[in-house]
């Protein structure tokens, strides 16, 4: 519901205000009876079919604090579609007016897909202070860069105050560390005045480790039927299923519309096993769609390791794992992990996801045992894909959360960065990338005492099949995710943007954003699609792509350490240039890491 300056959703679950108090709904079909506890007063609630209980209170309002206990009463738990835990995932929920809030910029209506530049941020680490109001503050910085539309990292409520956020438990509430629900819709309000969308990364395929009382009430919720490397996976296909799939398109049309949102960002749906005639993702994406007013652009993209282009009919587009591996393989010489797929002719596979969508549509993975990986995708839009030399999982996945900048020379980066922010597909760019930042981005996490030794120990044990830690003391220098410090140390330096290099390198960055903005996206209104690539040596590739409108553009790169002798004839015009392709090319070399760009009309 969106009603001139106020936006709420209406829920058939939760705490719902009304004229005459609060209505109180939970579906807790395990339980045959079932009580709301309002400011520490247990009131009996009454049952309703499918396992559904509903009260309304007389007198409770905004500000009220409130759980649910079953059978003796002696456990009390949040409520699953809370919208704010101030107290966090162990305390009594939060009854929240949605109306409070009053939205300044009432003419916003998003933006087309096509000028979408991503720049993805961790609220708690994006500045000293941790908060939503001073994210509001960057909010400049990031529109003068050239970003057209800011993606946050999940915000449900995890348990503790340090967290990623892909540990939630309660998929209605913010994170209460970074301030209150009015604050997040000031900082996405500020955002649309300045024409910055907004995107959250939201997490379906599994609850954290702790604080998710749902298996205690409502067993349906989960299912040993499909496992998922969190344990049981989320009931979607079977009995019970139906009240399952509505909790999370809920939670969708919920951020869409409460929050007003410009779209989601949904996390590894490899992991959302479905045998349903209808499957899920297809339904959560017409339902969020159609859940918002018309006239109004929101984009829905995905992360999925199984490179199944199939979703895209539904979805605007899906995170390419494929370039960034490829190109870190390049820039970095590591074999290791799941890089080993990435071995054998990394630029041509590079070239390759540039121009079709995946490096992997159906060939064998060795990371994955040998099984095939992908279906073909030459025959997508260019801007069905998300591409990125950095993201939160690539820098924060390593055991030091090292920065791109820290393991390749410069020129590599620069290289990179320019094959990556003027290609067809949309650009991501995860914070302080723009400045090569000096900051590591760790995992760290606050779970309660045993369960935070475990993560620590799991952490550590990860690594262990890697060469260089292959020592269990060499491990121990791993950090702590427990430790407040591991927090602290991830946190961006935005004073260092101003020294030397860094301040050279975020120059850079805005000259490729707006290169992008004032001669790719007037092309890419008509729709680009790739056109060819060509592997011309070792590490030296070209791609093209023809844009709708008759426009032609093409990417001769060398991403080696060495000059290389090529044969090849550009056509059209310089767009950009790292090194002085150009020329070099009318005497058959392309130096060491280049990469040019040549628009003809």
Same mark, same amino acid.
């Given at each position: 519901?969106?009603?001139?300056?106020?936006?709420?959703?209406?829920?058939?679950?939760?705490?719902?205000?009304?004229?005459?108090?609060?209505?109180?709904?939970?579906?807790?079909?395990? $339980?045959?009876?079932?009580? +709301?506890?309002?400011?520490?007063?247990?009131?009996?609630?009454?049952?309703?079919?499918?396992?559904?209980?509903?009260?309304?209170?007389?007198?409770?309002?905004?500000?009220?604090?409130?759980?649910?206990?079953?059978?003796?009463?002696?456990? %009390?738990?949040?409520?699953?579609?809370?919208?704010?835990?101030?107290?966090?995932?162990?305390?009594?929920?939060?009854?929240?007016?949605?109306?409070?809030?009053?939205?300044?910029?009432?003419?916003?209506?998003?933006?087309?897909?096509?000028?979408?530049?991503?720049?993805?941020?961790?609220?708690?680490?994006?500045?000293?202070?941790?908060?939503?109001?001073?994210?509001?503050?960057?909010?400049?910085?990031?529109?003068?860069?050239?970003?057209?539309? +800011?993606?946050?990292?999940?915000?449900?409520?995890?348990?503790?105050?340090?967290?990623?956020?892909?540990?939630?438990?309660?998929?209605?509430?913010?994170?209460?560390?970074?301030?209150?629900?009015?604050?997040? $819709?000031?900082?996405?309000?500020?955002?649309?005045?300045?024409?910055?969308?907004?995107?959250?990364?939201?997490?379906?395929?599994?609850?954290?480790?702790?604080?998710?009382?749902?298996?205690?009430?409502?067993?349906?919720?989960?299912?040993?039927? %499909?496992?998922?490397?969190?344990?049981?996976?989320?009931?979607?296909?079977?009995?019970?299923?139906?009240?399952?799939?509505?909790?999370?398109?809920?939670?969708?049309?919920?951020?869409?519309?409460?929050?007003?949102?410009?779209?989601?960002?949904?996390?590894?749906?490899?992991?959302?096993?479905?045998?349903?005639?209808?499957?899920?993702?297809?339904?959560?994406?017409?339902?969020?769609?159609?859940?918002?007013?018309?006239?109004?652009?929101?984009?829905?993209?995905?992360?999925?390791?199984?490179?199944?282009?199939?979703?895209?009919?539904?979805?605007?587009?899906?995170?390419?794992?494929?370039?960034?591996?490829?190109?870190?393989?390049?820039?970095?010489?590591?074999?290791?992990?799941?890089?080993?797929?990435?071995?054998?002719?990394?630029?041509?596979?590079?070239?390759?996801?540039?121009?079709?969508?995946?490096?992997?549509?159906?060939?064998?993975?060795?990371?994955?045992?040998?099984?095939?990986?992908?279906?073909?995708?030459?025959?997508?839009?260019?801007?069905?894909?998300?591409?990125?030399?950095?993201?939160?999982?690539? +820098?924060?996945?390593?055991?030091?959360?090292?920065? @791109?900048?820290?393991?390749?020379?410069?020129?590599?980066?620069?290289?990179?960065?320019?094959?990556?922010?003027?290609?067809?597909? @949309?650009?991501?760019?995860?914070?302080?990338?723009?400045?090569?930042?000096?900051?590591?981005?760790?995992?760290?996490?606050?779970?309660?005492?045993?369960?935070?030794?475990?993560?620590?120990?799991?952490?550590?044990?990860?690594?262990?099949?890697?060469?260089?830690?292959?020592?269990?003391?060499?491990?121990?220098? @791993?950090?702590?995710?427990?430790?407040?410090?591991?927090?602290?140390?991830?946190?961006?330096?935005?004073?260092?943007?101003? @020294?030397?290099?860094?301040?050279?390198?975020?120059?850079?960055?805005?000259?490729?954003?707006? $290169?992008?903005?004032?001669?790719?996206?007037? %092309?890419?209104?008509?729709?680009?699609?790739?056109?060819?690539?060509?592997?011309?040596?070792?590490?030296?590739?070209?791609?093209?792509?023809?844009?709708?409108?008759?426009?032609?553009?093409?990417?001769?790169?060398?991403?080696?350490?060495?000059?290389?002798?090529?044969?090849?004839?550009?056509?059209?015009?310089?767009?950009?240039?790292?090194?002085?392709?150009?020329?070099?090319?009318?005497?058959?070399?392309?130096?060491?890491?280049?990469?040019?760009?040549?628009?003809?009309?």
């Amino acid at each position: 519901m969106h009603v001139g300056s106020h936006s709420a959703h209406r829920m058939p679950f939760g705490a719902e205000l009304r004229d005459d108090g609060v209505r109180f709904r939970i579906w807790a079909p395990s $339980k045959t009876s079932a009580h +709301v506890v309002v400011d520490g007063v247990p009131l009996a609630m009454d049952a309703r079919t499918e396992g559904w209980f509903e009260r309304v209170v007389a007198g409770a309002q905004a500000g009220t604090r409130y759980a649910f206990a079953f059978g003796g009463l002696d456990v %009390h738990v949040p409520d699953p579609a809370s919208r704010f835990q101030p107290d966090g995932v162990h305390a009594p929920s939060m009854v929240v007016d949605p109306l409070h809030y009053t939205w300044q910029t009432t003419s916003w209506s998003g933006r087309p897909w096509h000028e979408i530049v991503l720049y993805e941020l961790h609220v708690g680490t994006f500045t000293r202070e941790g908060t939503y109001a001073a994210a509001r503050g960057r909010l400049d910085d990031l529109a003068a860069l050239g970003i057209t539309a +800011v993606e946050l990292m999940p915000l449900s409520q995890p348990a503790g105050t340090r967290n990623w956020g892909y540990d939630g438990v309660l998929p209605f509430a913010p994170q209460c560390a970074y301030g209150t629900p009015d604050d997040l $819709k000031a900082f996405i309000d500020a955002a649309h005045a300045r024409g910055l969308c907004v995107l959250l990364d939201v997490v379906y395929n599994h609850f954290g480790p702790e604080g998710n009382y749902l298996p205690a009430y409502a067993e349906p919720f989960f299912t040993e039927r %499909h496992q998922t490397p969190w344990g049981s996976g989320i009931n979607l296909d079977g009995a019970g299923s139906a009240n399952v799939r509505e909790f999370f398109v809920q939670n969708a049309c919920y951020w869409l519309n409460e929050y007003r949102f410009d779209g989601l960002r949904l996390d590894a749906v490899h992991e959302l096993a479905d045998d349903s005639p209808r499957p899920f993702l297809h339904e959560l994406a017409e339902r969020a769609r159609a859940a918002v007013e018309p006239g109004r652009v929101v984009h829905l993209v995905l992360e999925n390791d199984d490179n199944d282009p199939a979703l895209l009919e539904s979805y605007d587009a899906q995170w390419n794992d494929d370039v960034h591996h490829a190109l870190h393989a390049l820039l970095t010489g590591e074999r290791e992990g799941y890089y080993r797929d990435y071995t054998v002719q990394p630029a041509r596979l590079l070239a390759r996801a540039l121009a079709e969508g995946f490096a992997y549509q159906g060939e064998s993975s060795r990371h994955r045992g040998g099984v095939p990986r992908g279906a073909r995708s030459d025959d997508r839009p260019a801007t069905a894909f998300v591409d990125f030399l950095q993201n939160h999982d690539q +820098v924060g996945n390593r055991a030091f959360g090292e920065r @791109i900048a820290s393991l390749a020379p410069d020129d590599a980066v620069r290289a990179a960065s320019a094959v990556v922010l003027l290609a067809p597909a @949309i650009p991501l760019l995860f914070m302080g990338q723009e400045w090569s930042a000096t900051t590591p981005f760790l995992f760290f996490s606050d779970f309660g005492p045993d369960l935070g030794a475990a993560v620590t120990e799991g952490r550590r044990r990860e690594f262990a099949a890697w060469p260089a830690f292959g020592d269990p003391t060499l491990r121990t220098r @791993i950090p702590d995710p427990q430790d407040a410090a591991t927090m602290r140390a991830s946190t961006l330096d935005w004073d260092e943007r101003a @020294i030397g290099r860094l301040a050279s390198t975020l120059d850079f960055h805005r000259a490729l954003l707006r $290169k992008r903005a004032a001669e790719l996206m007037p %092309h890419l209104a008509a729709g680009a699609r790739g056109d060819g690539f060509t592997l011309l040596a070792e590490t030296v590739f070209s791609v093209r792509w023809r844009f709708a409108d008759g426009a032609r553009l093409t990417l001769v790169a060398n991403l080696g350490n060495e000059d290389a002798t090529v044969s090849y004839r550009v056509e059209g015009r310089t767009l950009f240039a790292h090194g002085d392709v150009a020329a070099e090319l009318e005497h058959g070399v392309l130096p060491r890491w280049s990469a040019g760009w040549f628009l003809a009309p």
